[in-house]
């Protein structure tokens, strides 16, 4: 990534308001690098195929259905012959054609007083570019939608007509919940040349990021690094399926994403994009028809640069058609990401010629510089960088890597980068040491030691789904305890700010608790027993004497006691662990310091004295 000259800086501080330039989307020939055009925005093979609710009585069906009652009857669903409905076998189009009676229903229940205008204009929504996006009213169906229509001045262009009716057409052919879904391409004498699409009820997404760097705090609670992603994540699955048609979309950015208050996620404006398949090996004859339709009336742009300039992937700004792919795609999606992000686009210039020098080499600041107070996780810098970055060999392979490392972040799991392997005997920290990481052992195993030398004491051995070091995720103080691999080790790097990131994730209270508990254990750390941090042996032996004497009385020698008796009060009176007491002092018979007879303990007279 190249570096940023002081100019450029304060060309970005100029740049970071609402109105940055150069976000437009732009139509540019090659020559005269002069915008000229943009946007804004038969037989079956059964005849018993078809099933309609039809009472038995209306036509002879014999069939096994049970008529319950006259209410039921009407209910059952039946196979109709289409020969009983009165349609025959080598019937066309001309067999379907309207009746009096269809256009007098027609007229009385949906037409009604608005004879041929199906539509009724009800106000402006955006314009841009070439086209203007109407809010307007289906009048047959009573449903609002979003006409788009091509703008006055544009109205007598060719290329302006044939790009238009190509976008509708290349939306039309996406069915996805996350594509805008286009109703109808028609001409009226009132708007001329236009579409219908569902009218999308949201926000653009570039209008929440300047509301989150204006401070709004609504949009700071709301929109947080994990709606964000899953914002993304939608955009990543409705790029997919226009990638498994062969259509790329190569205007991708925050303006063209529109978000619902319910969840919805909508990609819009598909006014650049490029079918860059082959039609003759699309396996379906209707759609392959369409697609060389639309082809045919598209003139060849390899000489044209479009797009988004401050967005822009490095062979959209060479204006080469022939070099435009998938990948272009995949980095815009970075591009955006960028965005919302840092809340600023990636390239910034005082002239257009300077923002294409930029984004022709991929000269941006990262993520994580570019906007240090906005604490950008390092897996999501590593995301946006993977996708811009300039080769398209070290791109993502395709948008569904993208999407599967988005889920992974989101879902909390570890990427390569966020793993240590440690050899066996390798020390993963050290006692004293004053650290900022944890680990999570993935595999292998590791020992928790107090001390060095002969005085070092194992205070725990831990594997798997163990976690050490957690004290540093707390406080940045000096380590309690020492940690090494007893055998080859793998294990996940936790910092603090993972940790944070994650907790937002959380209601409120958990942080709380989590908080509580955190220094709960920071305080029981700093008052570590001072018996549990060296070799307790001299302690517990003098205690059993104690105990011996105690029971033996007045006399001399010392009863045989129940270990496990033992075992219970020196680990209740020295407050230690149970188990470390009886290692003790099995140890300690083994070594013939005490005598330990079966399931009883002793010391003999030269030990009471």
């Given at each position: 990534?190249?570096?940023?000259?002081?100019?450029?800086?304060?060309?970005?501080?100029r740049?970071?308001?609402?109105?940055?330039?150069?976000?437009?989307?732009?139509?540019?020939?090659?020559?005269?690098?002069?915008?000229?055009?943009?946007?804004?925005?038969?037989?079956?093979?059964?005849?018993?195929?078809?099933?309609?609710?039809?009472?038995?009585?209306?036509?002879?069906?014999?069939?096994?259905?049970?008529?319950?009652?006259?209410?039921?009857?009407?209910?059952?669903?039946?196979?109709i012959?289409?020969?009983?409905m009165?349609?025959?076998?080598?019937?066309?189009?001309?067999?379907?054609?309207?009746?009096?009676?269809?256009?007098?229903?027609?007229?009385r229940?949906v037409?009604?007083?608005?004879?041929?205008?199906?539509?009724?204009?009800?106000?402006?929504?955006?314009?841009?570019?070439?086209?203007?996006?109407?809010?307007?009213?289906?009048?047959?169906?009573?449903?609002?939608?979003?006409?788009?229509?091509?703008?006055?001045?544009?109205?007598?262009?060719?290329?302006?007509?044939?790009?238009?009716?190509?976008?509708?057409?290349?939306?039309?052919?996406?069915?996805?919940?996350?594509?805008?879904?286009?109703?109808?391409?028609?001409l009226?004498?009132?708007?001329?040349?236009?579409?219908?699409?569902?009218?999308?009820?949201?926000?653009?997404?570039?209008?929440?990021?300047?509301?989150?760097?204006?401070?709004?705090?609504?949009?700071?609670?709301?929109?947080?690094?994990?709606?964000?992603?899953?914002?993304?994540?939608?955009?990543?699955d409705?790029?997919?399926?226009?990638?498994?048609?062969?259509i790329?979309?190569?205007?991708?950015?925050?303006?063209?994403?529109?978000?619902?208050?319910?969840?919805?996620?909508?990609?819009?404006?598909?006014?650049?994009?490029?079918?860059?398949?082959?039609?003759?090996?699309?396996?379906?004859?209707?759609?392959?028809?369409?697609?060389?339709?639309?082809?045919?009336?598209?003139?060849?742009?390899?000489?044209?640069?479009?797009?988004?300039?401050?967005?822009?992937?490095?062979?959209?700004?060479?204006?080469?058609?022939?070099?435009?792919?998938?990948?272009?795609?995949?980095?815009l999606?970075?591009?955006?990401?960028?965005?919302?992000?840092?809340?600023?686009?990636?390239?910034?210039?005082?002239?257009?010629?300077?923002?294409?020098?930029?984004?022709?080499?991929?000269?941006?600041?990262?993520?994580d510089?570019?906007?240090?107070?906005?604490?950008?996780?390092?897996?999501?810098?590593?995301?946006?960088?993977?996708a811009?970055?300039?080769?398209?060999?070290?791109?993502?392979?395709?948008?569904?890597?993208?999407?599967?490392?988005?889920?992974?972040?989101?879902?909390?799991?570890?990427?390569?980068?966020?793993?240590?392997?440690?050899?066996?005997?390798?020390?993963?920290?050290t006692?004293?040491?004053?650290?900022?990481?944890?680990?999570?052992?993935?595999?292998?195993?590791?020992?928790?030691v107090?001390?060095?030398?002969?005085?070092?004491?194992?205070?725990?051995?831990?594997?798997?789904?163990?976690?050490?070091?957690?004290?540093?995720?707390?406080?940045?103080?000096?380590?309690?305890?020492?940690?090494?691999?007893?055998?080859?080790?793998?294990?996940?790097?936790?910092?603090?700010?993972?940790?944070?990131?994650?907790?937002?994730?959380?209601?409120?209270?958990?942080?709380?608790?989590?908080?509580?508990?955190?220094?709960?254990?920071?305080?029981?750390?700093?008052?570590?027993?001072?018996?549990?941090?060296?070799?307790?042996?001299?302690?517990?032996?003098?205690?059993?004497?104690?105990?011996l004497?105690?029971?033996?009385?007045?006399?001399?020698?010392?009863?045989?006691?129940?270990?496990?008796?033992?075992?219970?009060?020196?680990?209740?009176?020295?407050?230690?662990?149970?188990?470390?007491?009886?290692?003790?002092?099995?140890?300690?018979?083994?070594?013939?310091?005490?005598?330990v007879?079966?399931?009883?303990?002793?010391l003999?007279?030269?030990?009471?004295?």
């Open positions: 990534m190249g570096k940023s000259t002081k100019d450029d800086a304060t060309d970005d501080v740049a970071s308001g609402q109105d940055t330039p150069y976000q437009e989307t732009v139509v540019l020939s090659k020559r005269e690098e002069t915008p000229f055009v943009g946007d804004r925005s038969g037989e079956s093979v059964d005849d018993y195929q078809a099933t309609v609710a039809l009472p038995r009585e209306t036509y002879d069906v014999e069939n096994d259905v049970t008529v319950r009652t006259l209410e039921d009857m009407h209910q059952e669903t039946v196979a012959s289409r020969e009983a009165g349609v025959q076998p080598d019937a066309g189009p001309e067999d379907f054609s309207a009746t009096d009676t269809e256009k007098f229903f027609f007229r229940l037409a009604k007083n608005h004879g041929d205008r199906k539509y009724r204009f009800l106000g402006k929504l955006v314009a841009g570019g070439m086209g203007a996006i109407l809010r307007v009213l289906d009048q047959d169906l009573q449903r609002t939608s979003a006409m788009k229509v091509v703008l006055p001045a544009f109205k007598n262009r060719e290329d302006a007509l044939t790009g238009f009716i190509a976008e509708a057409k290349i939306t039309g052919l996406l069915e996805h919940p996350n594509v805008i879904p286009v109703h109808e391409l028609g009226t004498e009132d708007e001329g040349v236009y579409f219908t699409m569902k009218l999308a009820q949201g926000e653009a997404l570039n209008e929440i990021l300047d509301r989150l760097r204006s401070g709004d705090p609504e949009a700071l609670e709301t929109f947080t690094t994990y709606p964000l992603l899953s914002i993304f994540r939608k955009v990543c409705a790029v997919s399926y226009a990638h498994s048609k062969n790329i979309h190569q205007d991708i950015k925050p303006h063209n994403i529109m978000v619902g208050q319910y969840g919805e996620v909508l990609l819009m404006d598909w006014g650049l994009a490029r079918y860059i398949g082959d039609p003759d090996k699309e396996p379906d004859p209707g759609q392959r028809e369409l697609i060389k339709d639309f082809l045919g009336i598209l003139k060849s742009d390899d000489d044209v640069i479009k797009g988004s300039p401050v967005y822009m992937a490095p062979e959209q700004v060479m204006g080469v058609g022939a070099g435009l792919d998938k990948q272009t795609d995949i980095f999606l970075g591009a955006a990401m960028y965005h919302a992000f840092t809340l600023t686009p990636p390239y910034f210039g005082g002239s257009i010629q300077a923002v294409f020098e930029k984004a022709r080499n991929v000269d941006l600041i990262p993520p510089r570019r906007t240090p107070e906005r604490q950008i996780p390092e897996e999501i810098c590593r995301i946006i960088l993977k811009m970055a300039a080769d398209k060999a070290d791109r993502y392979e395709t948008v569904e890597a993208m999407g599967e490392d988005i889920d992974d972040l989101i879902a909390g799991k570890w990427s390569r980068q966020e793993k240590k392997r440690f050899a066996a005997g390798e020390t993963l920290m006692e004293g040491e004053v650290g900022n990481e944890a680990y999570l052992i993935l595999s292998g195993k590791v020992q928790v107090k001390g060095t030398g002969e005085g070092a004491v194992v205070l725990s051995t831990l594997g798997p789904g163990d976690i050490v070091g957690e004290m540093s995720l707390i406080a940045q103080a000096p380590r309690s305890a020492g940690v090494k691999a007893l055998e080859e080790t793998e294990a996940a790097v936790l910092t603090q700010h993972l940790l944070t990131q994650n907790l937002k994730k959380l209601p409120p209270y958990m942080e709380k608790i989590v908080a509580t508990l955190t220094d709960r254990l920071r305080i029981a750390n700093e008052n570590i027993h001072p018996h549990a941090a060296a070799d307790p042996t001299g302690v517990i032996i003098k205690q059993l004497r104690l105990l004497r105690y029971r033996a009385g007045n006399g001399r020698k010392a009863a045989l006691a129940p270990l496990m008796e033992m075992v219970q009060e020196i680990a209740h009176d020295l407050g230690l662990p149970g188990s470390r007491v009886k290692e003790v002092l099995t140890r300690a018979g083994e070594q013939g310091l005490i005598i007879r079966g399931d009883h303990v002793a003999d007279d030269a030990a009471i004295l």
